[in-house]
């Protein structure tokens, strides 16, 4: 086992059915959706998945934003780092990790509207960090919004560094398939 004891990344990736999360980046599998729907719409009342980031080049989670609050939890594995470019133009990094007395996280919110994106720095002693993101009204495919380079370097210059390492250049920015 690793320092956190968290399992070593071939076996979780045998204990669950993740698939390649289109768009996006990283892998999922949806660990629960609501049989209800949202008043007035035929979304689902919730939804939320277990996401699984490694530290290897290319693989985390793209800016993106979304029409509501999404919940992300922290579950094991390295620390991973989530970066949120705010509407008024405050850009946050926070750590989702263990360490609560380094100022890591395991829950945070963001807001809807607000661009995020995620990865886990490499080097830890895992390889990965399993996560989780929930939301109410659930997710659905047209919800998703990705993010635009150059724009967003244009609105946000003091995070171009962390743009370019969360955005694919030339790739689709909406998604597809209904999830």
């Not at 509501?68 to 949120?84: I, K, M, N, Q, T």
């Not at 705010?86 to 807001?111: F, K, S, T, W, Y």
């Not at 244009?154 to 560094?161: D, F, G, L, N």
Request: negative net charge; contains cysteine; glycine residues 10%.
């Amino acid at each position: 086992m690793a320092a956190d004891n968290a399992p070593p990344l071939a076996w979780v990736l045998q204990q669950l059915d993740f698939e390649p999360l289109a768009v996006e980046g990283g892998r999922y599998v949806q660990s629960w959706v609501s049989h209800r729907h949202w008043p007035g719409n035929d979304k689902p009342a919730g939804t939320a998945i277990l996401f699984l980031l490694t530290d290897q080049p290319g693989d985390f989670s793209a800016l993106h934003r979304l029409a509501s609050d999404e919940l992300w939890h922290r579950y094991l594995g390295d620390p991973a780092h989530l970066v949120l470019l705010h509407a008024d133009g405050v850009v946050e990094e926070i750590v989702l990790g263990p360490d609560l007395q380094a100022g890591h996280r395991v829950l945070v919110v963001v807001p809807a509207g607000t661009w995020v994106g995620c990865y886990v720095p490499p080097g830890g002693p895992n390889g990965y960090a399993l996560l989780g993101c929930s939301m109410a009204p659930g997710f659905t495919s047209e919800d998703y919004q990705g993010g635009e380079r150059a724009e967003l370097c244009a609105a946000y210059p003091s995070a171009a560094e962390l743009i370019e390492r969360l955005t694919r250049p030339g790739e689709a920015l909406r998604m597809d398939d209904p999830y």
